[in-house]
């Protein structure tokens, strides 16, 4: 099956600093998306992105689907953006579609 | 904006209890997921349902496993008999149709002591 690696796996910054986010996917997909696991254990929807640059507030996301992964940049980072950063893909399939998640970027953002 | 709901948003049950969790989909989607995080580990998947049946099942999916759709709002994961290892966050999401975008409800967190 499809495999989804993310880079870093850690990451810590200062708060103002930006940072890139990666994920790299081993098969074709036909869209991406990003979420961010707040420290409570939530899942917010981030980012669907098939195929090119979206931007919503400091945040903004590439998907290169040709080249199989995807880019997540943070600006002017702040301490809430701190938990764990998961891209996760569909498989295909009948009616399924199922996300297969990434292996996570826990970031840490210090005042 | 529309979401998924899910209550309760934490359980705590003794091993061999039965547990239910509940989830409201976004009220027009037609496809429903479970996933399933073990603390530190990513989310995995679980089941999906489509058209009132379970359209795949992961292996982690046993028969202690059961989903319903018991009206047409709800969408329900039964365990009934829970295990130690059976401790997780556990998602419940939808979707409308094609390969539309799944929005995920804030999770369960159930304890099996």
């Known amino acids: 099956g499809i495999q989804v690696e993310q880079s870093p796996p850690d990451l810590i910054l200062q708060e103002g600093a930006n940072s890139t986010l990666r994920c790299n996917f081993s098969?074709?997909?036909?869209?991406l998306q990003w979420f961010h696991q707040n420290p409570w254990g939530q899942l917010i929807n981030l980012f669907y992105?098939?195929?090119g640059t979206k931007q919503n507030g400091r945040l903004s996301a590439t998907t290169v689907a040709t080249e199989r992964y995807s880019l997540l940049y943070i600006s002017s980072s702040q301490t809430t953006d701190s938990g764990v950063y998961f891209c996760?893909?569909?498989?295909?399939?009948?009616?399924?579609?199922?996300?297969?998640f990434g292996t996570g970027t826990l970031l840490a953002v210090q005042p | 904006e529309p979401e998924v709901t899910q209550t309760p948003s934490h359980q705590v049950t003794q091993m061999g209890q039965e547990v239910i969790l509940h989830c409201v989909p976004i009220?027009?989607?037609?496809?429903f997921y479970w996933y399933r995080q073990i603390l530190g580990q990513k989310v995995e998947f679980l089941v999906s349902?489509?058209?009132?049946?379970?359209?795949?099942k992961s292996e982690i999916f046993d028969d202690q496993f059961s989903v319903e759709r018991p009206d047409g709002s709800n969408f329900t994961l039964k365990i009934r008999s829970t295990k130690l290892e059976d401790s997780a966050m556990y998602f419940c999401?939808?979707?409308?149709?094609?390969?539309?975008?799944?929005?995920f409800g804030p999770g369960t967190r159930l304890t099996v002591l």
């Open positions: 098969d074709s997909v036909n869209n």
């Open positions: 999401a939808s979707r409308t149709t094609g390969l539309g975008e799944q929005f």
């Open positions: 349902f489509y058209n009132n049946e379970i359209s795949e």
């Open positions: 009220s027009n989607h037609l496809y």
């Open positions: 996760a893909v569909p498989t295909y399939g009948g009616a399924t579609n199922k996300l297969i």
């Open positions: 992105i098939p195929s």
